[in-house]
């Protein structure tokens, strides 16, 4: 069974900057596209950066040009560096791996908070 373990989440001032990463172990197939997604309260959870095999990336127009999606696929691990934080990047940020073509799985989530 795959797990996925997210870590570097916390609390940081506006315009600071974070680093997230998630690491997947078990896995019995090739990863295909890793990703964060981001869940604020009251909101829905939304795509923030994707990234495929062959590292071709996709970013919610909020973010680009402040985070970087990245992996190391001999690792099994995918990175977010979060630069330029804003308030409003605050919430629980999820790892999303794809395997194959069964149903992705998930990491727990790790609170990203932006204030002053």
Request: proline share 4%.
């Amino acid at each position: 069974q795959l797990q996925l373990v997210e870590s570097g989440g916390g609390l940081v001032q506006p315009g600071g900057s974070l680093r997230l990463s998630c690491a997947a172990s078990g896995s019995r197939g090739r990863i295909n596209i890793m990703a964060w997604y981001r869940q604020a309260p009251g909101k829905q959870r939304e795509l923030v950066a994707s990234i495929t095999s062959d590292s071709s990336t996709n970013y919610a127009d909020s973010v680009k040009g402040r985070f970087t999606i990245s992996r190391d696929n001999a690792k099994n691990m995918v990175s977010l560096q979060m630069n330029s934080l804003k308030p409003e990047d605050t919430a629980v940020y999820h790892c999303q791996v794809t395997v194959g073509v069964l149903p992705p799985y998930w990491g727990q989530g790790t609170q990203v908070t932006v204030s002053s």
